[in-house]
């Protein structure tokens, strides 16, 4: 829906300024009139008359990122705790937004709102930008009178999940750019630099040594056969792809990389560090326990964990504790279910749940660093290893043919 920026006097003679959402001008003036909102200026937002061309573009274009949504939390939790009212406080941000995105989500979220919507129903119309994590929680802040607290759980929650994300890709960087440089080198080397030095070799009928065969045979295959390498790689990356979006072809997934050596630990580590962070920030808003494992449910993206969190659902509902059944599971760490135990027992199930996410955000930090720093050399030595053979390939020959010309 298109959005005006407007201009205007109130009933009592104030000047006022924001911005309405409506079909066209007319039932933007209309809106505003009912208002008791008299428009002296009337402009359709530029972010709005460009919607139909920026629908081609893609869709991250378009999209908010987590970090702005945090920022924004904090922002109205502030205003709010500041004695702003909501409608005014969604208008301040709307405003101050420098993102055409977030600024349009904003401008029809405070419309909503002024329309008597709840802050959480208004949300839940942009599910792109807001999870249903996010409109649950603020819809139980609402219920209890506690919207600020919630925000400001729900900025942390955010900072603390773009904190972690960030540091598990800035371990994994340098190895990727590492193997795609190194992959890039040794492509150009063999598609095009081995092809003239074989020239030289046929030119003279040289024997070859069975290192500069290999090679040369190695490089007429991805010459003459790159179409058919490129249409096999995209059919394995298609099956993969239909395969991971059936249940059974996700659950075969799933097992496969938790009994990975190594990788299969750091994984659960990670599940469990985004589970617990979840699960705390959703109890200590005043989520009920059985409301907030459905919702923690949606963030754990590994099918064999998640129908274990939903068979502890069941295991609550009938009277039984979410660490019995979670430890029956043998998929979470005997860590976290002692911790989830005592809580229960303690009635301190929150603050338990929050140690075991630092302690194992720790651990994932500190495994990702031993990976890089393990991958790093032997990246290293492969590339070497493949340089050092190329290089005795193309050179033995050579040696060869300097020996018949002495």
Same mark, same amino acid.
């Given at each position: 829906?298109?959005?005006?920026?407007? &201009?205007?006097?109130?009933? /009592?003679?104030?000047?006022?300024?924001?911005?309405?959402?409506? *079909?066209?001008?007319?039932?933007?003036?209309?809106?505003?009139?009912?208002?008791?909102?008299?428009?002296?200026?009337?402009?359709?937002?530029?972010?709005?008359?460009?919607?139909?061309?920026?629908?081609?573009?893609?869709?991250?274009? &378009?999209?908010?990122?987590?970090? #702005?949504?945090?920022?924004?939390?904090?922002?109205?939790?502030? %205003?709010?705790?500041?004695?702003?009212?909501?409608?005014?406080?969604?208008?301040?941000?709307?405003?101050?937004?420098?993102?055409?995105?977030?600024?349009?989500?904003?401008?029809?979220?405070?419309?909503?709102?002024?329309?008597?919507?709840?802050?959480?129903?208004?949300? +839940?119309?942009?599910?792109?930008?807001? $999870? /249903?994590?996010?409109?649950?929680?603020?819809?139980?802040?609402?219920?209890?009178?506690?919207?600020?607290?919630?925000?400001?759980?729900?900025? /942390?929650?955010?900072?603390?999940?773009? #904190?972690?994300?960030?540091?598990?890709?800035?371990?994994?960087?340098?190895?990727?750019?590492?193997?795609?440089?190194?992959?890039?080198?040794?492509? @150009?080397?063999?598609?095009?630099?081995?092809?003239?030095?074989?020239?030289? @070799? *046929?030119?003279?009928?040289?024997?070859?040594?069975?290192?500069?065969?290999?090679?040369?045979?190695?490089?007429?295959?991805?010459?003459?056969?790159?179409?058919?390498?490129?249409?096999?790689?995209?059919?394995?990356?298609? $099956?993969?792809?239909?395969?991971?979006?059936?249940?059974?072809?996700?659950?075969?997934?799933?097992? =496969?990389?938790?009994?990975?050596?190594?990788? =299969?630990?750091?994984?659960?580590?990670?599940?469990?560090?985004?589970?617990?962070?979840?699960?705390? !920030?959703?109890?200590?808003?005043?989520?009920?326990?059985?409301?907030?494992?459905?919702?923690?449910?949606?963030?754990?993206?590994?099918?064999?964990?998640?129908?274990?969190?939903?068979?502890?659902?069941?295991?609550?509902? #009938?009277?039984?504790?979410?660490?019995? !059944? %979670?430890?029956?599971?043998?998929?979470?760490?005997?860590?976290?279910?002692?911790?989830?135990?005592?809580?229960?027992?303690?009635?301190?199930?929150?603050?338990?749940? *929050?140690?075991?996410?630092?302690?194992?955000?720790?651990?994932?930090?500190?495994?990702?660093?031993?990976?890089? !720093?393990?991958?790093?050399?032997?990246? !290293?030595? +492969?590339?070497?290893?493949?340089?050092?053979?190329?290089?005795?390939?193309? %050179?033995?020959?050579?040696?060869?043919?300097?020996?018949?010309?002495?």
């Amino acid at each position: 829906m298109p959005v005006f920026a407007y &201009r205007g006097l109130s009933a /009592d003679g104030r000047s006022v300024a924001g911005v309405v959402d409506a *079909e066209s001008a007319r039932n933007a003036r209309g809106k505003l009139r009912s208002q008791g909102i008299f428009p002296t200026e009337l402009n359709e937002e530029l972010a709005a008359r460009t919607r139909p061309l920026r629908e081609w573009l893609p869709s991250f274009s &378009r999209r908010v990122p987590p970090a #702005e949504v945090s920022l924004m939390s904090r922002q109205l939790a502030t %205003l709010l705790g500041a004695g702003v009212q909501l409608v005014d406080a969604l208008g301040t941000l709307s405003e101050q937004s420098v993102r055409p995105a977030l600024k349009r989500i904003l401008s029809q979220v405070r419309e909503r709102v002024r329309e008597g919507s709840s802050l959480a129903d208004a949300l +839940a119309n942009h599910g792109a930008t807001f $999870s /249903d994590l996010y409109v649950g929680m603020v819809r139980a802040g609402e219920a209890a009178g506690a919207l600020e607290i919630v925000l400001n759980r729900l900025a /942390d929650y955010g900072e603390k999940q773009a #904190e972690f994300i960030a540091k598990v890709q800035g371990a994994l960087t340098y190895p990727i750019i590492m193997l795609c440089v190194g992959t890039a080198i040794m492509t @150009f080397l063999v598609t095009y630099v081995v092809p003239q030095v074989a020239t030289i @070799f *046929e030119q003279n009928h040289a024997a070859l040594p069975l290192a500069t065969q290999i090679l040369i045979s190695f490089s007429n295959f991805l010459i003459g056969y790159w179409i058919l390498i490129l249409l096999g790689l995209a059919a394995i990356a298609a $099956s993969i792809v239909v395969g991971l979006s059936t249940p059974r072809g996700r659950r075969f997934y799933d097992r =496969g990389v938790l009994k990975m050596p190594y990788i =299969g630990p750091t994984v659960i580590k990670v599940i469990c560090a985004r589970f617990a962070r979840t699960l705390a !920030t959703l109890l200590s808003s005043g989520v009920q326990l059985l409301a907030a494992l459905e919702a923690v449910k949606l963030v754990v993206n590994n099918r064999l964990l998640a129908e274990a969190i939903e068979n502890s659902r069941v295991s609550i509902r #009938e009277g039984h504790g979410m660490a019995q !059944t %979670l430890g029956q599971s043998h998929l979470f760490p005997p860590l976290l279910v002692e911790m989830i135990r005592v809580g229960e027992r303690s009635g301190e199930l929150e603050p338990m749940l *929050e140690r075991v996410a630092d302690s194992y955000e720790r651990e994932v930090a500190s495994a990702l660093a031993q990976i890089t !720093t393990v991958l790093e050399p032997m990246m !290293t030595l +492969a590339m070497a290893a493949g340089i050092v053979f190329m290089m005795l390939a193309v %050179l033995m020959p050579i040696f060869q043919l300097n020996q018949l010309m002495k």
